[in-house]
């Protein structure tokens, strides 16, 4: 669990987004969610759950099956709504619940899904779904109108397939590579880089079909495989 500090006034916010890279905001004013009272604490939660497996054709045909970073984070947040006018902000709660509602949780046709959500405090930016939301009523109005709630909303931490391919091709030399080779890529550079030793470039080259490690037209996919233990 994570105290809060109380020392600033910038609000949490929760801003959606319509793609999983994070780059298309929802428009309008219900695309953002600004807390009323920020939260003293919030719990982030560390799993470690099997990692997720995929095959991947190069340019050449060739198939390989390449390991993915899984997700491994969860945040549990806990903040009141309040339209009693003590705290300015919200008018009315079940509106609130209406709006938080709608941009955490609710499937939203545009993008066959709910949206992709954005934790943003401070320091803190957190990419993530919303997994739930749960709403405590704890003060109404003589009609039953609902004027005070708390919130307990969890979200688990999201890394697009494409992001996560680029952190694995970088992540260890016990796992296969692709590299695009770029204007003044070497095989030797690329394999101190992939392995931490320039000498398996010949391996690489033969993996590839390639005669010529000097000569790699910029573009081309080259597969760097596993270490041979």
């Known amino acids: 669990r994570i105290m809060a500090d109380q020392g600033t006034l910038e609000k949490l916010t929760l801003k959606g987004y319509e793609d999983e890279e994070f780059k298309t905001p929802v428009s309008g004013d219900r695309g953002t969610f ?13 799993d470690a759950p099997p990692s997720q497996k995929i095959n991947e054709t190069l340019a050449s045909g060739q198939t390989i099956e390449k390991t993915l970073l899984a997700e491994m984070r969860n945040i549990t947040l806990k903040f009141h709504l309040d339209s009693t006018g003590v705290v300015p902000g919200i008018t009315s709660v079940s509106t609130a619940v209406t709006d938080l509602k709608w941009l955490c949780v609710e499937y939203q046709g545009k993008v066959h899904d709910s949206f992709f959500l954005q934790i943003i405090w401070n320091s803190l ?5 919303c997994q739930s939301l749960s709403i405590d009523y704890l003060l109404f109005k003589p009609s039953g109108e ?4 708390i919130v307990t909303a ?14 694995s091709n970088t992540s260890s030399p016990d796992m296969t590579h692709i590299r695009t080779m770029k ?8 394999c101190q880089e992939i392995y931490g030793n320039p000498k398996h470039y010949l391996q690489v080259a033969k993996a590839n079909g390639i005669v010529n490690f000097r000569n790699i037209s910029p573009g081309r996919q080259v597969l760097f495989p596993r270490l041979e233990k």
Do not use: W
Not at 146 to 149: E, G, H, S, Y
Not at 157 to 164: L, P, R
């Open 34 to 46: 600004k807390l009323q009272i920020n939260p003293t604490d919030y719990t982030l939660k560390m």
């Open 154 to 167: 969890n979200f688990k931490e999201f890394v697009s397939a494409k992001t996560k391919s680029l952190k």
């Open 183 to 190: 204007s003044g890529d070497s095989l030797p550079a690329l």
């Open 146 to 149: 609902p004027i005070r709630a």
């Open 125 to 129: 930016v957190f990419n993530c779904k």
